[in-house]
Structures are given as structure tokens and as C-alpha cells.
């Protein structure tokens, strides 16, 4: 298993852990949907909270907003609209969260994309 994949698994335990601190259901991890992969799916109250973690050394090459560009935000809505179908769960709304694994810190980032109206 190479060092990246060891370290992005590291950071997903760390980030579900920091999740469920913090009131959080996690419901699913690294679900594999065609053309994209969910790192986290959680319940937060009555919210459907689709989580994409960044593990990182530092912040040499910038924030975990960065490294989210929009074609991985597609992935990730295509991901999600296929958890929806598949799982159907019933939830109030969802919600696209970024959590970025520093070595010193957990940055959680609520509402990081919004996917098109059109989408939901």
C-alpha cells in the first residue's frame, strides 16, 4: 500500500473520529459509486452530510478548499446523487463538507460546494 494511501486512510479514521465528537452518525465510509468515491457519509440532526477529507502534510500546496476543485465536486455530487438512490435514506437536506487532517490541527469546513439547484 503506498505512503499516500496510508496516510488518506490515517486521516479519514482521524476525521470520523473528530465527526463523531462532535455529534455526528457516520453512516458509510468510502462509498464507491461509478466516477467517484464518498469518503464519509454522516448524519448531523436530520441533515444528510457527504464529507470529502484532505489529509496533508502541511499547507505547503494550500487549504483543502483548493485541492477540491470542480470536477471533484462533480464526482463527488454524481457519488451522492448514487448513495441517494441506492441507500434512499430520508433526510431533511444534505450538505457537502470538506475536513482537512493537519498534523496540529482538524479543519472542519460545513457547506465547503454547493452543488446546482438543479442537482437536488
Known amino acids: 500500500m503506498s505512503f499516500t494511501r496510508t496516510a488518506g486512510q490515517a486521516g479519514e479514521e482521524q476525521a470520523a473520529l473528530f465527526l463523531t465528537q462532535n455529534g455526528y452518525t457516520i453512516l458509510d465510509r468510502n462509498f464507491s459509486a461509478c466516477g467517484g468515491e464518498l ?7 436530520k441533515m444528510l452530510v457527504f464529507v470529502e477529507v484532505k489529509a496533508r502534510a502541511s499547507m505547503a500546496f494550500g487549504g483543502p478548499i483548493l485541492a477540491v476543485t470542480p470536477a471533484k465536486q462533480r464526482r463527488i455530487v454524481h457519488a451522492a446523487l448514487q448513495y441517494i438512490k441506492v ?6 437536506s444534505i450538505r457537502f463538507d470538506v475536513v482537512c487532517v493537519l498534523p496540529e490541527k482538524i479543519e472542519h469546513i460545513p457547506n465547503a460546494f454547493i452543488p446546482p439547484r438543479t442537482t437536488f
Do not use: G, H, N
Open 87 to 92: 441507500k434512499a435514506p430520508k433526510f431533511d
Open 39 to 45: 469518503d464519509i457519509v454522516a448524519k448531523y440532526k
